[in-house]
């Protein structure tokens, strides 16, 4: 490795191998990280359509190729988040330039040492020599300790300003963004990916800085003391760069294999322990051990080929660096032997030689880790360039004063990337506090119309309209505003009863709270929790059951209190009992504002205005629920099955063939011709 002396006043900077190490256990450190958070990270805001979509595959795959971005490009993109910081920035630049001359001036004392204290014995010289290498260790503490100290808060706000852009940005994504994605992959790429991007940005940087000066200063004494040892330990210096220009191509491609396998790995985590109850009610936690460790053999593979490729980069650097020693300690001595330096000149010559491999080594390796941290950007600017399916309106219309008018006319809708329609010309009127249920059986596509009112979607054809004001034309935040919504899935956030029930409206009174809780009955279940609303309810909720964390979600709603209210299965998973109790809150829910029903739970519609029967994407029946049972048709068919009665006896009376033949007809509309 040459010769190093050390002098007692700092090591010789050795950073670029610390900084990898260091670097390697972070990214450990955060995928375990990311595989905890996404375990606390709900999967969607709306349930999917199942069988209308196509299945995940059993074994996660590793993420979408990312484009492919070189080096100018990373900073082109990433550099203008570190403008904030600039003038930090030069006052590190000004700590960079320091470090080298205090060790260059260091250096040059061990030369007075030797030739003007060891060689002619003179002993009052060392005192003075002595307290200026103690003044110097000093001041190179103080200055390491602030390039340290203000390196890492430039980069960690860095870190912070850039995590927390990709983070909202992710909010503004579409639906199909997530659902085409593995949740394990996207927060790999907001952790893991984005810390490697300041690796470069803003520590790469300074190392380059760092790597130049040091270069210049330690070069220039080499010349200085002997220009023609000078000669001969530069000349190996192209090899370096040679070495590191071939390898870093290779390092590049086996890096960003790397990133795309940790991705999938962190996905397969996410699925198995997120669904732990499920793997465990079938007795698959042997399956979903192996699929996890077919996952841990891709990313071992990927990463023994980025090693390999790293391994032969060291060795390579080493024997070049001991050829250029070897010439240099032969020239030298041949030089000593003539008199032609001091034996002080050729000992710092060999100081300031060892310092100077330091830094042709570190840009070596400089441009495969950068090399390494382009693949990570390149997994960035996949998600920032993605653009949301749902885009917002240039110009987009006011919503005053809505009075919740919903309405559907000739609606189409495929799932992207699908060539079959999940809605078939659906069309229908919701007037302003109408009650209005969507029933069918699974996959019908119930859920697929809670998507397009909600706008996480838009109708491939046709258009969904809110108070006369096509959805398209309306911006995001003014629809979910005056919309609010009880899903199937309960979200509730660790956090304390009152926090999850302020989440509907946060500038809410502490009275407002209260009476939206006690008319969801939610003060019944905080009565029996030791800190009443104070009470934290866990991770999802689990520390209450289905029925209780429904009951917060209906306080929610409810403090929210919208024109518009959709349900969509909210008494899917509870126990007769539970749906019971949640009965009288959901009707409390519904009064005075326009609401949709999506439920199989027909005892849930049979007060509702109106009941559409959706099948196979089509309105197939509707009318209210006692002139749909006098009539043969699918909602006949779908009570008989609810009431689990296999008997005529407890139905109406059905009309003739011909009778009820026309009333479908009826019912259904142009989507039945």
């Given at each position: 490795?040459?010769?190093?002396?050390?002098?007692?006043?700092?090591?010789?900077?050795?950073?670029?191998?610390?900084?990898?190490?260091?670097?390697?256990?972070?990214?450990?450190?955060?995928?375990?990280?990311?595989?905890?958070?996404?375990?606390?990270?709900?999967?969607?805001?709306?349930?999917?359509?199942?069988?209308?979509?196509?299945?995940?595959?059993?074994?996660?795959?590793?993420?979408?190729?990312?484009?492919?971005?070189?080096?100018?490009?990373?900073?082109?993109?990433?550099?203008?988040?570190?403008?904030?910081?600039?003038?930090?920035?030069?006052?590190?630049?000004?700590?960079?330039?320091?470090?080298?001359?205090?060790?260059?001036?260091?250096?040059?004392?061990?030369?007075?040492?030797?030739?003007?204290?060891?060689?002619?014995?003179?002993?009052?010289?060392?005192?003075?020599?002595?307290?200026?290498?103690?003044?110097?260790?000093?001041?190179?503490?103080?200055?390491?300790?602030?390039?340290?100290?203000?390196?890492?808060?430039?980069?960690?706000?860095?870190?912070?300003?850039?995590?927390?852009?990709?983070?909202?940005?992710?909010?503004?994504?579409?639906?199909?963004?997530?659902?085409?994605?593995?949740?394990?992959?996207?927060?790999?790429?907001?952790?893991?990916?984005?810390?490697?991007?300041?690796?470069?940005?803003?520590?790469?940087?300074?190392?380059?800085?760092?790597?130049?000066?040091?270069?210049?200063?330690?070069?220039?004494?080499?010349?200085?003391?002997?220009?023609?040892?000078?000669?001969?330990?530069?000349?190996?210096?192209?090899?370096?760069?040679?070495?590191?220009?071939?390898?870093?191509?290779?390092?590049?491609?086996?890096?960003?294999?790397?990133?795309?396998?940790?991705?999938?790995?962190?996905?397969?985590?996410?699925?198995?322990?997120?669904?732990?109850?499920?793997?465990?009610?079938?007795?698959?936690?042997?399956?979903?051990?192996?699929?996890?460790?077919?996952?841990?053999?891709?990313?071992?593979?990927?990463?023994?080929?980025?090693?390999?490729?790293?391994?032969?980069?060291?060795?390579?650097?080493?024997?070049?660096?001991?050829?250029?020693?070897?010439?240099?300690?032969?020239?030298?001595?041949?030089?000593?032997?003539?008199?032609?330096?001091?034996?002080?000149?050729?000992?710092?010559?060999?100081?300031?030689?060892?310092q100077l491999y330091s830094p042709l080594r570190g840009v070596g390796r400089l441009g495969s880790s950068w090399a390494a941290a382009?693949?990570?950007?390149?997994?960035?600017?996949?998600?920032?360039?993605?653009?949301?399916?749902?885009?917002?309106?240039?110009?987009?219309?006011?919503?005053?004063?809505?009075?919740?008018?919903?309405?559907?006319?000739?609606?189409?809708?495929?799932y992207p990337g699908h060539a079959v329609d999940v809605l078939h010309d659906v069309s229908f009127h919701v007037s302003a506090g109408q009650r209005v249920a969507i029933v069918g059986s699974s996959g019908a596509g119930k859920s697929t119309v809670a998507k397009l009112l909600l706008r996480h979607y838009d109708p491939t054809a046709g258009s969904v309209l809110l108070d006369g004001h096509d959805l398209r034309e309306v911006s995001l935040a003014d629809l979910r505003d005056n919309v609010g919504v009880v899903m199937q899935e309960t979200l509730v956030f660790d956090g304390t009863v009152e926090e999850n029930v302020r989440w509907g409206r946060p500038d809410a009174s502490d009275d407002e709270l209260r009476a939206a809780a006690a008319a969801a009955d939610v003060d019944r279940v905080v009565a029996r929790l030791p800190q009443g609303f104070g009470s934290r309810v866990g991770q999802r909720g689990r520390r209450l059951s289905g029925g209780e964390r429904q009951r917060v979600a209906i306080a929610r709603a409810m403090l929210r209190d919208t024109p518009v209210l959709l349900l969509d299965e909210p008494t899917t998973g509870l126990d007769a009992a539970s749906a019971a109790r949640i009965r009288d809150p959901l009707r409390r829910l519904m009064v005075g504002r326009t609401t949709i029903v999506i439920t199989h739970h027909l005892g849930m519609v049979t007060d509702a205005d109106l009941i559409l029967v959706l099948d196979e994407g089509r309105i197939v029946q509707r009318g209210r629920h006692a002139e749909l049972l006098r009539r043969r048709g699918l909602y006949r068919t779908l009570y008989r099955e609810y009431t689990r009665d296999g008997s005529d006896a407890t139905l109406p009376e059905a009309p003739d063939d011909a009778a009820w033949w026309w009333a479908a007809r009826r019912d259904a509309g142009p989507a039945a011709s």
């Open positions: 490795m040459g010769l190093r002396l050390r002098l007692g006043l700092g090591q010789v900077h050795q950073e670029v191998e610390e900084v990898e190490e260091v670097e390697e256990v972070r990214l450990q450190a955060l995928l375990i990280h990311s595989v905890a958070a996404s375990i606390r990270v709900a999967r969607s805001a709306v349930r999917r359509e199942p069988d209308r979509r196509s299945a995940r595959p059993a074994v996660p795959t590793a993420a979408p190729e990312a484009p492919v971005l070189d080096v100018r490009g990373m900073f082109r993109r990433f550099l203008p988040y570190a403008r904030p910081y600039r003038r930090w920035l030069a006052l590190t630049m000004i700590f960079v330039l320091l470090g080298p001359l205090l060790d260059s001036a260091a250096i040059w004392l061990f030369k007075i040492l030797v030739d003007d204290i060891l060689t002619p014995r003179d002993f009052q010289a060392f005192f003075p020599l002595a307290a200026a290498y103690t003044g110097i260790t000093v001041a190179v503490g103080a200055v390491s300790f602030a390039d340290r100290y203000l390196s890492v808060w430039v980069g960690e706000r860095f870190l912070t300003d850039l995590r927390t852009d990709l983070y909202r940005h992710l909010h503004t994504l579409s639906l199909d963004f997530f659902e085409r994605r593995q949740l394990g992959d996207v927060l790999s790429r907001l952790t893991g990916d984005v810390t490697a991007i300041e690796s470069v940005i803003l520590s790469g940087i300074n190392r380059v800085v760092s790597y130049a000066v040091r270069i210049v200063l330690y070069g220039g004494a080499l010349f200085f003391l002997s220009w023609q040892l000078a000669l001969l330990a530069v000349v190996v210096a192209p090899i370096f760069w040679a070495i590191a220009r071939v390898l870093s191509r290779r390092l590049k491609e086996a890096s960003r294999e790397s990133r795309r396998q940790t991705g999938a790995l962190s996905g397969a985590a996410e699925e198995g322990l997120g669904n732990t109850a499920l793997v465990r009610a079938y007795n698959r936690q042997d399956s979903d051990v192996e699929r996890f460790a077919r996952h841990n053999v891709a990313v071992m593979a990927a990463q023994l080929r980025s090693t390999r490729i790293r391994g032969v980069i060291s060795p390579l650097g080493q024997l070049v660096e001991l050829v250029g020693l070897l010439l240099v300690i032969g020239f030298g001595t041949w030089q000593l032997s003539r008199n032609e330096i001091t034996l002080g000149e050729m000992l710092v010559f060999m100081a300031f030689f060892g382009s693949a990570s950007a390149e997994r960035l600017v996949e998600v920032l360039d993605a653009r949301p399916a749902v885009p917002e309106p240039d110009s987009p219309e006011p919503l005053d004063g809505v009075r919740g008018v919903v309405e559907m006319r000739n609606v189409c809708f495929r």
